[in-house]
């Protein structure tokens, strides 16, 4: 017999927030290209937003811990899409920046990311929206 205090997982913020998530991402990997992953494009798009930075702060940027980026930029290394280099003040640093191609390629995927964002937010009304954003900011 449910009571007051059961517990209902699905009226649970973290299942509601997964739930949201597998939606984004399954709309993201069915409208991207196969070889750009979803934290490979957030490391691009920043890069292109707001130029080259070093390595840490792009993964606090983009919300990846230093692991994490480290891969991320490595395997984008490796496709000629950023490149690494000494900081020239802080040797121990290393910055890095779209390439030719990275810049090619991220500015070709933005209208399919619009559209990504578009497709996710679809179910709500355009105040739902600005609320929604507002609030993930806040907790975020």
Do not use: W
């Amino acid at each position: 017999m449910a009571n007051d205090k059961q517990y209902r997982l699905d009226e649970q913020i973290g299942f509601l927030l997964r739930q949201a998530s597998q939606r984004h991402a399954t709309i993201f990997s069915d409208t991207m290209p196969a070889d750009l992953t979803a934290m490979q494009f957030a490391a691009m798009a920043k890069l292109a937003e707001a130029g080259e930075c070093s390595q840490n702060r792009l993964g606090r940027q983009v919300s990846m811990d230093a692991a994490t980026i480290k891969g991320v930029i490595d395997r984008l290394t490796k496709r000629g899409l950023v490149k690494v280099s000494p900081d020239p003040v802080d040797r121990r640093r290393l910055n890095v920046a779209l390439t030719e191609t990275g810049a090619e390629t991220i500015a070709s995927v933005i209208d399919a990311a619009r559209s990504i964002t578009e497709s996710t937010l679809e179910p709500l009304s355009q105040q739902e929206r600005t609320t929604m954003l507002k609030l993930l900011r806040k907790i975020g």
